[in-house]
């Protein structure tokens, strides 16, 4: 007599939810945010060997103009990504998109002082920060499964810095101040699209716990410190020879 017991086969694993329409939404708003802020974030470099001409600068002085927003930029995500936590991007793309209008049209102004370019540089170190608020923006919208494939459209952003580098010295041979004039505006609609159709995740979840004890919770994790190196290398290394080849070239 057979005593054994039949298995029954194990239900399949659930299939991951598709990602909803809303998803896609923002994935869309979030690229496209990504990149009129970097190329604004980039719109001194490829102006730069006009700026060393009227402003008699010096090779490094030249170099200097050009670094300031990348660093500014660069640092900026800590808090800008800690207030995204806090507050939502539905409240800091719009926002921050808005601030980078500022310095775009006080470069116009600017551009017969070197201090008040390096100031207005400093300021327009904002429009890089976005990162920080597009990467949580995207993940909260899409499953574990899906985020490779929107996190790699959203990074396709960073174009932005090549949109800079190739339009704005050709807008700029009908008028000086015209690419300026010509970002601020794409921001300024932006900013009110963003206003309408940006939203946060119903699930997103807000920390409780301050930033300082966050950043050094992070700070325990190797992994922190692997993904650092490998992100300073591979974004930081593709954006700074982005932002600085024009100026490379133009001096050799």
Same mark, same amino acid.
């Given at each position: ?7 029954? #086969?194990e239900?399949?694993a659930p =299939? =991951?939810?598709? #990602?909803?329409?809303?998803?896609y /939404? ?6 496209a945010g990504?990149?009129?802020?970097? %190329?604004? %974030?980039?719109?001194?470099?490829p102006?730069? *060997?006009?700026?060393q001409? /009227?402003l008699?600068l010096?090779?490094?002085q030249?170099?200097?103009?050009v ?18 936590d806090?507050? *939502? =991007?539905?409240l800091?793309?719009?926002l921050?998109?808005?601030?980078? $209008? ?5 470069? $116009?102004p600017a551009?017969?002082?070197y201090g ?5 540089g400093?300021?327009l170190?904002? *429009?890089?920060?976005?990162?920080a608020?597009g ?9 574990p499964?899906?985020r +490779?494939?929107? @996190? ?10 090549a949109l800079s580098g190739?339009?704005?010295? /050709? $807008? =700029?041979k &009908? +008028?000086?101040n @015209? ?5 601020a +505006?794409?921001?300024?609609?932006f900013?009110?699209l963003?206003?309408?159709l940006?939203?946060? &995740?119903?699930?997103r979840? $807000?920390?409780?716990d301050?930033l300082? &004890? ?8 190797r ?6 190196a @490998?992100y300073?290398i591979g974004f +930081?290394?593709?954006?700074?020879f ?8 133009k001096? %050799?």
């Open positions: 007599m057979d005593t054994s017991v039949k298995q029954s #086969p239900p399949p =299939a =991951a939810a598709a #990602p909803s329409a809303a998803a /939404r923002n994935l869309v708003m979030a690229t990504f990149a009129l802020t970097f %190329w604004a %974030w980039n719109l001194i470099a102006m730069s *060997g006009d700026y001409d /009227r008699a010096s090779s490094f030249q170099s200097f103009l670094a300031v927003p990348v660093l500014v930029g660069s640092l900026g995500r800590i808090p800008v990504g800690a207030l995204t806090r507050y *939502g =991007a539905k800091m793309f719009p921050i998109s808005a601030l980078t $209008i500022v310095p775009v049209l006080l470069l $116009i551009k017969n002082s008040a370019m390096l100031a207005v400093f300021l170190g904002l *429009g890089g920060t976005t990162f608020i990467v949580p923006l995207v993940n909260s919208w899409f499953p499964a899906r +490779g494939f929107a @996190l790699g459209v959203f990074g396709m952003g960073m174009g932005g810095v190739y339009f704005t010295p /050709r $807008i =700029a &009908h +008028g000086d @015209l690419p300026f004039l010509v970002v +505006g794409a921001l300024a609609v900013v009110l963003a206003a309408v940006v939203s946060d &995740h119903p699930g979840k $807000i920390p409780t301050t300082v &004890h966050r950043l050094g919770e992070a700070g325990k994790l992994v922190t410190w692997e993904l650092s @490998l300073a +930081g290394g593709s954006v700074a982005g932002v600085y080849l024009p100026t490379y070239l001096t %050799w």
